[in-house]
């Protein structure tokens, strides 16, 4: 397929906005691209790694995002372009690298891509990007749609190397996840030659130390280079005007934010009274654009998700500006026009512009359409919560941890972490899993909660993590309890991949992002040299499991590791691989008469695994049953029964 | 950029499914075969933990002219795909109406909840009286089913999509598939994803049967 590698220049193609960002790196010349897989970032770097090749580039998955940070820097440094992209929370552990970076400043081009998910579609939570571009005083670019999302990258690049500093270019899930029509640059054939040079007078921004120091001027010259942003900013083919010469309504907007609006005004039929500026480059905002447009209008909406950022910016600005353009009314999120939290949409809008016109918006219109579709939906269409896969480990493990924990009695508690065995703390899961907060806060807690024996508790206490997870935040946590002697078992949840983004190599992996072979770091070989006590297990082994657990549970002396280790039932080597046939014998299940309470389906819960309510019985899912045999050793009269397949 | 006229401009179309049925591809493949056509197509997809089997859309915009916002205003999708029909309910509470038309798998697939017997999955009677009440016209496809048939239940979204082109709704057509197909499928799956479209259209002129 004529994809976005390939794509020859002028061609027009449908992009996913990380596809787009992907091909605006190669447009670039981009050399050095790191990152740690997170969603809604994780397809930037994972098209890059497909480019690789071709394109002479080194990309790989970093151990975390501030390593991450660091390499693509290292290439900075030695003169080439390079980017780090992150989900949101990833942007925060880069945040003790980033702070000094940006005052030791940059060489060649680097661009750090942070995908920020207003209303955490795939996040935890939904924070702001946009807030360390104003801590570390870098310039920042929004895209608004897959085209700009292309076309920034170079432009970012360009002003990096301008500057001599970082730039941030800000993406949201909306804007990653979202299909464009893209229209295709120029890929520059060029061989970018890398060479740290530092033997110049130390302060030479060329050729001497990479420091901080002497923090006071160089913050100094930190913010000239923001000055310097400006002067660009100012002209920025991304920041653009769309309505009356002097609206009754300025809408100032950007990101996504700018379609919403567009549409919004549309459909309101307002466009001879309000116009849109939509600002590409939204931090530091260009004063001399913004002079301009406030004093052409004297009612301002701004748009924007979650935190009114730009809003008390621009609040800021306009009263430097007062004496200018005069007063002016703001609507946003103080006035409550916009909410200060979640995603907005077309319809959030609609209603804003209508209300500050004092305006109906056609919202009534389908209001006995939408209570009786509302009605059927609330009847018809079951709550459907997030779950494990058909043949997850994960469900297995845990299904083993929430026994032992019953048997053990002690009203012992799972600290968890980031990674599909999260959902262990959602109504589909087996509830061991009281915690839930960063990467690595499991084990980090645990240990915590490990030391409390003096203050009378006495609840056993566990950890869960992914082996991606492990080296990305564990290991510095499992020091503290091992060197503490903290009274924990942590439990790594080894599934052979990075498995909730896509199943990105890790650490632990012989193989790299690109496809080489690479030396593979042993979780169990690490534990035990920290010194702790390490047992293995299969989880679709339950009996082996929960005998070894339980035996660990009794220990009662420092950190005990348990790894269960069995493949992803999604990962490439596995899918479509059944290991059994499964079927229910119906002469042996005896449904509702069993006294199992049905054991296999109300609190098991595989999706390959359903009940039949017509015939009163449990039965396989022929299009869902991914073979793993698990549920066979869980039906207390075996009427599940696995036949391994040749 | 000016592309085939369309009976509504945006035309918007939604794919309803569950994590892990597919629903990203075949959207991507209804936005090649327009984007063939000269039109400017915007997809807004909720993906990423979603592949875990919680609720899926995708939201397909379509133009003659310029890029729309990612998710369909409430209440203006003009036709649902619904890879599952409970699915298919939730999208329509949102962004269904009175003229919107519907194409529906008839494959269920239960929800934890309902598996546990916390939800009870609506029987077929009742789906297709409801699915008849929130639509101007729908029409209800064994695509799982006869899919299985044809070798795997993937192929039952090409059937959908077969069904889409069959409607009339928007121009796509069997060639400009059989080009997007060229590009993203390797040459040995280009038959059985052929007659899995051309079944799909069929079953829209039978009135939904194979």
């Not at chain 1, 899930?173 to 061989?191: K, W």
Request: with cysteine; hydrophobic share 40%; charged share 20%.
């Amino acid at each position: 397929m004529a994809n976005f590698i390939e794509g020859e220049t002028g061609t027009r193609m449908l992009l996913v906005g990380n596809e787009a960002i992907a091909r605006g790196a190669l447009e670039a010349g981009i050399s050095v691209a790191a990152a740690y897989p997170g969603t809604p970032a994780t397809e930037i770097i994972e098209n890059l790694t497909k480019a690789a090749k071709a394109h002479h580039l080194y990309v790989e998955w970093s151990s975390n995002e501030k390593v991450a940070m660091e390499v693509a820097a290292a290439a900075s440094y030695a003169g080439l372009r390079s980017l780090t992209a992150m989900k949101q929370c990833g942007l925060n552990v880069t945040a003790d690298f980033l702070v000094h970076l940006c005052l030791s400043g940059t060489r060649g081009g680097m661009v750090v891509i942070p995908c920020d998910d207003p209303g955490a579609v795939a996040s935890i939570n939904e924070e702001e990007s946009r807030v360390f571009a104003r801590l570390a005083e870098i310039p920042l670019l929004e895209p608004s749609d897959a085209q700009e999302a292309k076309d920034m990258i170079p432009y970012a690049l360009e002003l990096s190397e301008e500057i001599h500093n970082v730039v941030m270019v800000r993406s949201v899930t909306r804007l990653s996840h979202t299909s464009g029509t893209v229209i295709l640059g120029e890929i520059p054939r060029a061989d970018p030659k890398a060479q740290f040079k530092c033997s110049g007078p130390p302060l030479d921004p060329e050729d001497g130390l990479i420091m901080p120091m002497p923090v006071v001027s160089k913050h100094e010259m930190q913010q000239r280079k923001l000055e310097q942003a400006l002067v660009r900013f100012e002209k920025s083919p991304f920041n653009t005007y769309v309505g009356p010469h002097a609206p009754q309504l300025l809408i100032v907007t950007s990101s996504v934010c700018y379609l919403y609006s567009k549409e919004a005004v549309q459909r309101l039929g307002v466009q001879d009274r309000v116009g849109i500026l939509k600002l590409g480059t939204t931090f530091p905002l260009p004063p001399r654009l913004m002079e301009k447009h406030l004093g052409l209008s004297d009612r301002i909406l701004v748009v924007e998700e979650t935190l009114p950022l730009m809003e008390n910016n621009l609040k800021a600005l306009a009263m430097d500006l007062a004496p200018k353009t005069g007063i002016k009314i703001f609507h946003g999120k103080a006035d409550g026009a916009l909410p200060k939290v979640g995603e907005l949409n077309v319809d959030m809008v609609a209603r804003a512009i209508a209300k500050v016109l004092g305006k109906e918006d056609r919202s009534a219109a389908f209001d006995s359409y939408r209570k009786r579709a509302q009605q059927i939906a609330a009847e018809g269409a079951p709550a459907r919560p997030l779950t494990f896969c058909p043949g997850c480990p994960h469900r297995a493990s845990l299904w083993s941890i929430r026994l032992v924990l019953e048997m053990d009695n002690r009203n012992g508690f799972v600290c968890g972490d980031i990674g599909c065995y999260a959902m262990d703390l959602f109504g589909s899961g087996f509830g061991a899993t009281k915690t839930i907060h960063a990467m690595g806060s499991g084990t980090g807690l645990a240990s915590g909660f490990g030391k409390l024996a003096a203050f009378g508790m006495t609840q056993p206490v566990l950890s869960v993590c992914g082996d991606s997870t492990f080296f990305h935040a564990v290991m510095p946590a499992l020091v503290n309890a091992i060197h503490n002697k903290s009274n924990i078992t942590v439990v790594v949840l080894d599934n052979s991949g990075t498995a909730m983004t896509g199943f990105q190599p890790h650490p632990g992996l012989k193989v790299d992002a690109v496809g080489n072979e690479v030396p593979a770091v042993d979780i169990a070989a690490v534990c035990a040299a920290m010194g702790a006590r390490v047992e293995m297990c299969d989880p679709f082994d339950p009996v082996k499991t929960q005998k070894t657990l339980l035996d660990l549970l009794d220990e009662d002396d420092g950190v005990k590791v348990l790894i269960l280790k069995q493949i992803c039932a999604l990962s490439p080597e596995k899918k479509s691989k059944k290991a059994y046939d499964l079927r229910v014998e119906e002469s042996i299940c005896i449904g509702e008469a069993c006294g199992c309470n049905r054991l296999c389906t109300r609190i098991f819960r595989c999706p390959g695994l359903i009940w039949d309510e017509d015939r009163g019985k449990a039965r396989i899912d022929e299009a869902l049953c991914v073979g793993c045999g698990f549920c066979a050793s869980i039906c207390p009269r075996g009427a599940i029964e696995r036949k391994e397949r040749s | 950029m000016s592309g085939a006229k369309l009976t509504s401009d945006p035309y918007n179309l939604i794919i309803a499914g569950v994590g892990g049925q597919g629903n990203v591809l075949a959207s991507r493949i209804l936005g090649q075969m327009l984007l063939r056509k000269g039109l400017v197509v915007t997809i807004g997809e909720s993906f990423g933990a979603n592949q875990r089997g919680g609720s899926v859309s995708s939201h397909i915009r379509i133009s003659s002219e310029s890029t729309y916002s990612p998710l369909v205003p409430y209440h203006a999708a003009h036709a649902v795909i619904g890879l599952e029909a409970t699915e298919t309910f939730r999208i329509l509470s949102e962004y269904g109406n009175p003229e919107v038309k519907v194409i529906c798998n008839t494959r269920p697939i239960h929800s934890v909840y309902v598996i546990s017997g916390e939800c009870k999955y609506p029987k077929t009677e009742k789906i297709r009286s409801w699915m008849e009440e929130l639509s101007a016209q729908c029409w209800f496809l064994d695509a799982t089913d006869e899919a299985m048939k044809l070798g795997s239940p993937v192929y039952g979204n090409i059937i959908l999509i077969g069904a889409m082109a069959a409607i009339g709704e928007l121009p796509l057509d069997r060639e400009a598939f059989k080009a997007v197909l060229s590009e993203t499928m390797a040459p040995d799956k280009m038959e059985v994803n052929l007659k899995a479209f051309d079944l799909g259209s069929s079953m829209i002129r039978t009135g939904g049967l194979a």
